[in-house]
């Protein structure tokens, strides 16, 4: 491998959708301020290499292969792949150190998602600076020190009663918005996972996909606890080339049925790459949409739905919307037509939609969406959550209160200004342009 840039940064991505995207944005960023970007990547769903011919990736064997990564195995996959990459990962650091020495480079530092843990002591053990990635909202980060807390002090289970209730700590956050299941006995996989999520080890900086405009005094607080730099440069894909990261193949058909649609009159639905429904929910959604009156552009993917409803939804959607299995999404929220989203709320989309001044309804499902949404609806109240009973009536009345009512003006009006707002931190002199600044001036210290 040869390289006339001569500091080396290496990425190490978690192969889920929402993770591995915005670590290849940072990846382009990265690139574009001179520095030479390996990914070594799972070889459990890869990246595409075609998409970044400026970066070097290097697969590392998980013993992965036929795992059907699931809501329900998410913390197996994480966990898989942290026992099986580490001796792999050093294997191929060792190597990569003493070949770019050869030529006059040097490796900088590693840059990984926080959820593996494991590139911490490959770091530590070469004594190279290991970087994490935080992929979503720091009062995620919060909402976990707040689960051990609890944990600590005996209180879950927690009482269904109380989930209602306000966290004062955590404002606006309640019992009911923090992550999974503090209602149950904690297992002890998720304890683990809790511990080391919100565990940096001998990490010597964290990087935020967040602005400090939207998040300063979550950032301070957490800044208090782990005492290393932060750098929150978000949202990375405004400022990373647009190309695309995903997984699955990008529909690019629902464009060309987006320019026959009026300005600000599709609702665009997705929820992101995960989230699933049962039988029942997508045909009241279905049959919600169709009474509601407007078009719409729905993303099914193909393991969206438990069972296969697919028929009747079709026959409901007419020729009124438009189905397809995996959409450009930036793209089409950048689209004219496109006048609200309904979302999981899953951290990307949320940025994706806020950045296109595109207003949302919150159907959260699981890990940050409820804090997500949380924020969405009640703070920036640029966004309606759904009833919390999903039926067609529901549905239909959430659906014209954003694209039709004077209500649903008001939420974009907070919406594109917030767009402004974001778009500020881009600037010259804006929070997010210095802090990536600094970013690169204290990677490129490390090999000076
Ligand atoms: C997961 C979690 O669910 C999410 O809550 C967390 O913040 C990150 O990890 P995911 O569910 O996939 O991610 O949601 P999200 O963060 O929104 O990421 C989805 C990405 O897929 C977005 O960048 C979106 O643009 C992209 N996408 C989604 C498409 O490109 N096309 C689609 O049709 C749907």
Redesign the pocket.
């Not at 889920?16 to 993770?19: D, I, K, V």
């Not at 997705?270 to 989230?275: D, N």
């Given at each position: 491998m040869e390289t006339t840039r001569k500091h080396i940064v290496v990425l190490v991505p978690l192969p889920?959708?929402?993770?591995l995207?915005?670590m290849l944005q940072l990846g382009s960023i990265l690139h574009s301020k001179g520095f030479s970007i390996v990914v070594a990547h799972s070889e459990f769903r890869p990246p595409n290499p075609k998409n970044h011919p400026e970066f070097i990736f290097q697969p590392l064997s998980d013993n992965l292969s036929g795992f059907q990564a699931t809501i329900g195995n998410l913390l197996d996959l994480i966990a898989a792949i942290n026992s099986n990459s580490g001796a792999l990962l050093e294997e191929y650091m060792v190597q990569l150190i003493e070949d770019q020495k050869l030529q006059g480079n040097q490796v900088a530092c590693i840059i990984h998602d926080g959820l593996l843990f494991f590139v911490d002591s490959v770091a530590t053990h070469l004594k190279i600076p290991g970087i994490v990635l935080r992929?979503?909202?720091a009062a995620?980060m919060q909402s976990y020190h707040y689960i051990l807390q609890l944990h600590a002090q005996n209180l879950i289970p927690f009482p269904e009663s109380r989930l209602l209730e306000p966290i004062p700590e955590l404002y606006p956050l309640r019992f009911k918005d923090l992550p999974d299941k503090i209602t149950f006995e904690i297992r002890k996989q998720l304890l683990d996972y809790f511990i080391s999520s919100v565990n940096i080890n001998s990490s010597v900086a964290i990087i935020w996909n967040t602005t400090d405009s939207l998040e300063h005094s979550a950032l301070l607080q957490l800044q208090q606890h782990y005492k290393v730099p932060f750098f929150p440069i978000g949202p990375l894909?405004k400022i990373a080339a647009a190309t695309?990261?995903?997984f699955?193949e990008?529909?690019q058909s629902c464009i060309s049925w987006l320019d026959k649609q009026a300005p600000n009159s599709v609702l665009y639905i997705?929820?992101?790459?995960?989230?699933i429904v049962d039988e029942k929910e997508l045909t009241e959604t279905a049959w919600g949409l169709a009474n509601s009156g407007i078009p719409f552009l729905w993303?099914i993917?193909p393991d969206y739905v438990n069972g296969s409803p697919l028929e009747i939804v079709k026959a409901l959607v007419g020729e009124r919307g438009l189905i397809?299995?995996?959409?450009?999404?930036?793209e089409?929220?950048a689209h004219k037509a496109v006048g609200g989203f309904w979302?999981?709320?899953?951290?990307?989309?949320?940025m994706?939609s806020i950045c296109e001044g595109v207003p949302m309804i919150c159907r959260?499902?699981?890990?940050?969406?409820p804090v997500?949404t949380r924020y969405l609806t009640s703070v920036w109240k640029v966004g309606l959550e759904m009833e919390s009973v999903l039926d067609r009536g529901s549905i239909e009345r959430t659906i014209k209160r954003l694209m039709v009512d004077v209500e649903g003006k008001e939420i974009r009006q907070r919406m594109l200004a917030m767009k402004e707002k974001l778009e500020g931190g881009l600037q010259k002199g804006g929070s997010s342009y210095e802090s990536l600044n600094d970013l690169t001036q204290f990677i490129t210290s490390f090999s000076a």
């Open positions: 889920l959708q929402g993770h995207t915005p992929p979503s909202l995620f894909h695309s990261t995903s699955l990008e529909d997705s929820l992101g790459s995960i989230a993303v993917r397809v299995k995996w959409a450009p999404q930036r089409v929220l979302s999981h709320c899953g951290w990307n989309s949320v994706e959260p499902y699981f890990g940050d969406q997500n």
